[in-house]
C-alpha cells in the first residue's frame, strides 16, 4: 500500500522530525506547508489559499507515496481526501516550547540562525495561545480534523511515542 500521509500540531509538537523519520523510512515525498504557505515579506504575510492550494494538489499529482505536514488546517484539508493516514501530534505545551527551544536552524525558513532565534520569543506566545486560539493554527481546528477523518488514524500525545 502506498502511504499518504498527514502530520498535523502545534508548533514544535515535532511534526517536521517525525516527516523526516517517515521519509526516510517509508521512501515518502515530503512537503512541509511552512514553505508553501507564506510569502517572502517582512512581516510575514499568508499567501493565498488558491496558490497554496495549487501547489499542494501539484505536489500530491506528482507523488505517488508522501508525508505532508503543518499547523495549517486550511491547508491541510485539501490532502486530507487523498491521505490513506492521519497523525495528530498533541503533546503538553512545554514539550513543544522545549522543542521550540531546541530547534535548529531551518534554512528553508530563516535567512540565519540568528534570524530564527530573533523569532523565538514570538514563536514561544504562539504555541502557548494553542488551546485559546479559535484559527487555523489552533487545537479546535486540529481536532476537527482529527476528529472529521474516517481513514486510519492516530493522536500522539507524548515525545517516546515517536519512533
Known sequence: MLHKIVILGNSGSGKSTLAKK????EKLAHLDLDTLAWLPTSPPKRQLIDVSRHD????MSENDAWVIEGCYSDLLDIALPQATELIFLNLPLD????NAQRRPWEPHKYSSKQAQDE????LIEWIKQYYEREDT???QSHKHLFDSFKGPKKMIEQ?????
Open 159 to 163: 515525545n517516546q511515542e515517536r519512533s
Open 22 to 25: 517517515l521519509v526516510e523510512k
Open 56 to 59: 499542494i494538489e501539484q505536489f
Open 137 to 139: 493554527f489552533s487545537y
Open 95 to 98: 514539550e513543544c516550547i522545549a
Open 119 to 122: 523569532n523565538l520569543s514570538m
